[in-house]
């Protein structure tokens, strides 16, 4: 195995983006009774499917095919991490939806049943300094020559994000067998190479690592980033 690939000669570009969600951000990163939580951390695999603009309108499955899917898709992006945010908790009652009652459940008492979301609080930075310290920091490897698009939604809301990214020139992949902490949280399944040590979050679909210190893989180094190449990328350049 060479001990550097030209990601650029391949096709391949690669952004550091931050992303600012314009209203309130809500996904269930865990439950307990009747309370959900959304982390400040965005699986990439759900922002892979927002910016590459890939969902089903109908699906007769019920289990996901991530890796077929993302296959498709002309990005890849990695996890998202939120060093500053805040939360706001919204309380609901929960409601029969069909009968729009509260004394149909299996306790028969008509009252209410309260569970709180608590939602992440929308970001609007005010300027440049700001821009770079608030929002979700992650990088995105596009694979069709374009940027990715400034403007998505993610949550089960749909909340607005704005998009902006930073090209790396000519990104280039360096193969380092010593441990490397990259800038940015893991998917443990896009490593090729050992994790010496790591800090696991779970979040559906399986666990994120928020640090990690990986050895025997593929990086891209500028300037501040340290960015690991995911395996289905260097996949991809060696094919």
Same mark, same amino acid.
């Given at each position: 195995m060479g001990q550097a690939i030209s990601l650029y000669d391949h096709g391949v570009r690669l952004f550091a983006c931050q992303l600012y969600n314009h209203d309130y951000l809500w996904f %269930? %990163?865990?439950e307990i009774s009747k309370v959900s939580t959304t982390l400040a951390i965005l699986h990439n695999y759900a922002l892979t499917y927002s910016l590459g603009d890939f969902s089903y309108g109908i699906s007769w499955e019920s289990a996901p095919h991530y890796e077929e899917d993302l296959a498709r898709i002309n990005l890849y992006a990695t996890p998202a991490l939120a060093t500053?945010? %805040?939360r706001t908790r919204f309380t609901y009652n929960a409601v029969n939806s069909r009968t729009l009652r509260t004394d149909d459940a299996p306790r028969g008492i008509n009252s209410p049943d309260l569970g709180w979301h608590n939602y992440l609080d929308p970001v609007y930075p005010a300027d440049d300094? /700001? /821009?770079?310290q608030l929002g979700f920091a992650?990088? *995105?490897f596009t694979f069709n020559g374009q940027q990715p698009?400034?403007?998505t939604r993610l949550g089960k809301k749909g909340a607005a994000i704005r998009v902006r990214c930073e090209e790396i020139e000519r990104p280039r992949a360096i193969f380092r067998d010593e441990p490397v902490r990259p800038t940015h949280p893991l998917n443990p399944l896009? *490593? %090729?190479g050992q994790l010496s040590a790591y800090?696991?979050?779970s979040i559906p679909p399986h666990l994120i690592l928020?640090? /990690?210190e990986v050895q025997d893989d593929w990086f891209v180094f500028a300037g501040p980033h340290r960015v690991h190449v995911p395996r289905r990328v260097v996949e991809r350049c060696q094919a």
């Open positions: %269930s %990163s865990y500053f945010w %805040s300094r /700001a /821009a770079q992650c990088y *995105v698009k400034g403007v896009d *490593v %090729s800090e696991p979050v928020r640090t /990690a």
